[in-house]
């Protein structure tokens, strides 16, 4: 049902469809809060509820779609914080999460999803510092959170993140401190960017 004009509420009666594997609302104009009905769904392989119109908070419900491979929320008007029990989704591949008003610290616990190969936070209003769990993501290719709030140094153990290719994005926050020089062994990086913050010191070699 993506990309059309669709309004109003997301039915919770669309739990009723418990063979479900895959729900794309995407690109509508969806109001009102996540119902947490659709965590029913327990055959959910991909979730996508972007860029609607939608508030409040993810609903920590959420946390039973196990077999969950992708979720996107991103391009609503979201607020509170990441569910921490979102690291339960053991198989999710893609996470969604940019263009919200979601705010608080980035939960140590993402670095859990092991199988994690994208992680959108951009424009949001996280703060604190970075995670250095994220460096257990070794699957990731991409890793974006840029204009947010965050503080604090860039953890060194980003540079473990050897699948990183595509993306790499820090810019727009108040990262302090210098740069790890084990950012300089993300070889296959395509795009890496930590433009607009507070960095101190020399470029590493490598980079």
Do not use: C, V
Request: hydrophobic content about 35%.
């Amino acid at each position: 049902l993506a990309d059309n004009q669709l309004s109003g509420n997301i039915p919770s009666e669309l739990e009723n469809l418990s063979e479900l594997t895959m729900l794309d609302l995407s690109d509508n104009k969806f109001s009102s809060s996540i119902p947490s009905e659709l965590a029913n769904l327990t055959n959910l392989q991909g979730l996508w509820l972007d860029y609607n119109q939608l508030s409040g908070e993810i609903p920590t419900e959420l946390d039973n779609l196990t077999n969950l491979q992708g979720l996107g929320l991103s391009g609503n008007q979201l607020t509170g914080t990441i569910p921490s029990g979102l690291s339960n989704l053991s198989n999710l591949q893609i996470l969604y999460l940019g263009f919200n008003q979601l705010n608080g610290s980035i939960p140590s616990e993402l670095g859990d999803l092991g199988k994690l190969r994208t992680l959108s936070l951009s424009y949001n209003q996280f703060s604190s510092n970075i995670p250095p769990q994220l460096g257990n993501l070794t699957n990731l290719e991409s890793l974006e959170l840029d204009n947010n709030q965050l503080t604090g140094s860039i953890p060194s153990q980003i540079g473990n993140l050897s699948s990183l290719w595509w993306n790499l994005d820090l810019s727009n926050n108040q990262l302090t401190g210098s740069i790890p020089p084990g950012l300089g062994n993300l070889s296959s990086l395509h795009n890496l960017d930590l433009s607009n913050n507070q960095l101190t010191g020399s470029i590493p070699s490598g980079l």
